[in-house]
């Protein structure tokens, strides 16, 4: 009975240990999980420790650098009984090889594909002028030469005797350079080309006239520097459009555009002046002409320089370039040269040749291109207009004028479908001369394409022109022309 009791005792003491321990468990759970979200753990503060650098009582103690020896190259015998004085010698000669070297080299040209010569000169050649003649030399007197490229060769010579000396250089740049700037400066304008002031009977040659080719579509308007050019023809291209042929000679020009492409017969016009050729682009027949008959022309395609676009007109009416610009293009090409101006003759004061009266010019073109002269007796200038709206000259702001008029009649040819044209320019042919408010029946003549064109009257004198400006209209047969 005794033993029974006892284990019960142990069975409820273990019970309730083991009650007492299940109990504790479950408190400290409990109290860990709730005091996991209400109990917030305090910042700790950053410890900062403070380095203080405590001085060496010992100096330091420098390393001094280890050096290995070299060894002495002593040369041969033979080498230092050598003469040191052949090493400048050598030197120069290199130097000089390595300057011909540069000089020898040059830039190339962009090639410009076009057909052979054989092919098309024949069609691009007018009224069945097949060959190409070589022109005819100039020749310069004696007393000329000092005023033109023969100067420019002698004086270059003469500063090239300076030697190497700095200054003397220096002023043989400066030398250079004033004979470039007046080459052709000097030669004041003779009876052959129709000056603007005064008629001086002095050196036949002058400086190179520059023949620009400047648009005349209804966008193009107005153009820019026609008022400065002594002679300016007006001549048809396709499409129904007319172009001019600006030619200067006397008087330059700031702004003259818009520039457009080279067609054949303007190439003609320019050789007769013997002027340097401007344009951008052009048709395969002009390049022919430029190349069979050896035309200096500067082209915006090759050589940009002397060109710029502007901003208030849309391409490609918007080109200009200045007559500054293109001669300082042609030096660099070599194109400057004093010329022997095949111009006009000027007429006497005294001339008593009766003609009609013509106070009034009318050219229906056709489209677009109604030109009309109109002539002011007390400045004895014709006023130009186009559309009956005066043609004003945007540089000047000027209405565009000159002293004399000429009508030229050539036969005009559509080639193809693209409406290009041939003027038949060499041969003869009719037309008028315009002057002093009258019109007098004239002819002209060209043997062929190297010929200057040659105006006459109807008695067979050689026309002659009041002092001034001329512009030449170029006019088909069927073009309607009233005075």
Same mark, same amino acid.
């Given at each position: 009975?005794?033993?029974?009791?006892?284990?019960?005792?142990?069975?409820?003491? *273990?019970?309730?240990?083991?009650?007492?321990?299940?109990?504790?468990?479950v408190?400290?759970?409990?109290?860990?999980?709730?005091? /996991? *979200?209400?109990?917030?753990?305090?910042?700790?503060?950053?410890?900062?420790?403070?380095?203080?650098?405590?001085?060496?009582?010992?100096?330091?103690?420098?390393?001094?650098?280890?050096?290995?020896?070299?060894?002495?190259?002593?040369? +041969?015998?033979?080498?230092?009984?050598? =003469?040191?004085? %052949?090493a400048?010698?050598?030197?120069?000669?290199?130097?000089?090889?390595v300057?011909?070297?540069?000089?020898?080299?040059?830039?190339?040209?962009?090639?410009?594909?076009?057909?052979?010569?054989? =092919? !098309?000169?024949?069609?691009?050649?007018?009224s069945?002028?097949?060959? @190409?003649?070589?022109?005819?030399?100039?020749?310069?007197? %004696?007393?000329?030469?000092?005023?033109?490229?023969?100067?420019?060769?002698?004086?270059?010579?003469? *500063? %090239?005797?300076?030697?190497?000396?700095?200054?003397?250089a220096?002023?043989?740049?400066?030398?250079?350079?004033?004979?470039?700037?007046?080459?052709?400066?000097?030669m004041? $304008?003779?009876?052959?080309?129709? +000056?603007? $002031?005064?008629?001086?009977k002095?050196?036949?040659?002058?400086k190179?006239?520059?023949?620009?080719?400047?648009?005349?579509?209804?966008?193009?308007?107005?153009q820019?520097?026609?008022?400065?050019?002594?002679?300016?023809? %007006?001549?048809?291209?396709?499409?129904?459009? $007319?172009r001019?042929?600006?030619?200067?000679?006397?008087?330059?020009?700031?702004r003259?555009?818009?520039?457009?492409?080279?067609? +054949?017969?303007?190439a003609?016009?320019?050789?007769?002046h013997?002027?340097?050729?401007?344009?951008?682009?052009?048709?395969?027949?002009?390049?022919?002409?430029?190349?069979?008959?050896?035309?200096?022309?500067?082209?915006?395609?090759?050589?940009?320089?002397?060109?710029?676009?502007?901003?208030?007109?849309?391409?490609p009416?918007n080109?200009?370039? /200045?007559?500054?610009?293109?001669?300082?293009?042609?030096q660099?090409?070599g194109?400057n040269?004093?010329?022997?101006?095949?111009?006009?003759?000027?007429?006497?004061?005294?001339?008593?040749?009766?003609?009609?009266?013509?106070?009034?010019?009318? !050219?229906?073109?056709?489209?677009?291109?109604?030109?009309?002269?109109? *002539?002011?007796?007390?400045?004895r200038?014709?006023?130009? @207009?186009?559309?009956?709206k005066?043609?004003?000259?945007?540089? /000047?702001?000027?209405?565009?004028?000159?002293? $004399?008029v000429?009508?030229?009649?050539?036969e005009?040819?559509?080639?193809?479908?693209?409406?290009?044209?041939?003027?038949?320019?060499?041969?003869?042919?009719?037309g008028?001369?315009?002057?002093?408010?009258?019109?007098?029946? !004239?002819?002209?003549?060209?043997? =062929?394409?190297?010929?200057k064109?040659?105006f006459?009257?109807? =008695?067979?004198?050689?026309?002659?022109?009041?002092?001034?400006?001329?512009?030449i209209?170029?006019?088909?047969?069927?073009?309607?022309?009233?005075?």
């Amino acid at each position: 009975m005794s033993r029974l009791v006892w284990d019960e005792r142990r069975i409820w003491s *273990f019970s309730l240990l083991f009650s007492v321990i299940v109990n504790l468990t479950v408190l400290a759970v409990v109290s860990i999980y709730w005091l /996991s *979200f209400h109990y917030t753990r305090p910042k700790e503060e950053p410890v900062v420790v403070e380095l203080m650098e405590i001085p060496s009582t010992k100096k330091p103690v420098g390393v001094v650098p280890q050096t290995a020896e070299l060894a002495e190259l002593n040369p +041969p015998p033979e080498m230092r009984e050598a =003469n040191v004085q %052949e090493a400048p010698q050598v030197k120069s000669e290199i130097a000089s090889q390595v300057q011909q070297q540069k000089e020898q080299v040059r830039v190339p040209k962009p090639p410009v594909e076009l057909p052979e010569a054989a =092919n !098309i000169v024949e069609k691009a050649s007018p009224s069945g002028a097949r060959l @190409f003649s070589p022109g005819e030399n100039i020749e310069v007197e %004696e007393s000329m030469k000092w005023q033109g490229v023969e100067a420019e060769s002698t004086m270059k010579g003469r *500063f %090239e005797e300076a030697g190497q000396s700095s200054r003397l250089a220096h002023l043989a740049q400066e030398g250079m350079q004033r004979v470039e700037s007046t080459v052709g400066e000097t030669m004041a $304008t003779g009876e052959l080309v129709p +000056p603007t $002031t005064s008629v001086e009977k002095r050196s036949p040659f002058t400086k190179r006239p520059i023949a620009v080719i400047v648009e005349n579509a209804p966008q193009a308007r107005p153009q820019a520097g026609l008022s400065k050019a002594d002679i300016v023809y %007006e001549i048809m291209a396709e499409g129904g459009i $007319t172009r001019f042929l600006a030619v200067f000679a006397s008087e330059s020009a700031d702004r003259v555009g818009p520039v457009r492409s080279a067609r +054949p017969y303007f190439a003609l016009k320019a050789l007769e002046h013997d002027a340097i050729f401007v344009h951008s682009g052009g048709s395969v027949e002009a390049y022919t002409y430029m190349r069979e008959l050896s035309l200096d022309h500067i082209d915006e395609m090759n050589h940009f320089q002397p060109f710029w676009r502007e901003k208030e007109r849309r391409p490609p009416h918007n080109l200009y370039t /200045s007559v500054v610009a293109l001669r300082q293009e042609a030096q660099k090409l070599g194109y400057n040269r004093p010329v022997k101006n095949p111009g006009f003759g000027v007429a006497s004061s005294s001339s008593s040749r009766e003609g009609k009266s013509a106070p009034t010019l009318e !050219i229906g073109y056709g489209g677009d291109y109604k030109v009309q002269f109109t *002539f002011d007796a007390g400045k004895r200038e014709y006023y130009r @207009f186009i559309n009956e709206k005066p043609h004003m000259d945007s540089s /000047s702001n000027t209405q565009i004028s000159c002293s $004399t008029v000429i009508v030229q009649v050539a036969e005009h040819v559509v080639k193809d479908a693209d409406g290009r044209l041939e003027i038949r320019f060499v041969g003869e042919g009719k037309g008028w001369v315009l002057s002093d408010g009258k019109a007098y029946p !004239i002819r002209w003549e060209k043997k =062929n394409l190297r010929d200057k064109t040659r105006f006459y009257y109807d =008695n067979g004198e050689e026309l002659r022109i009041n002092p001034g400006r001329v512009w030449i209209e170029i006019v088909d047969t069927k073009v309607k022309v009233v005075f």
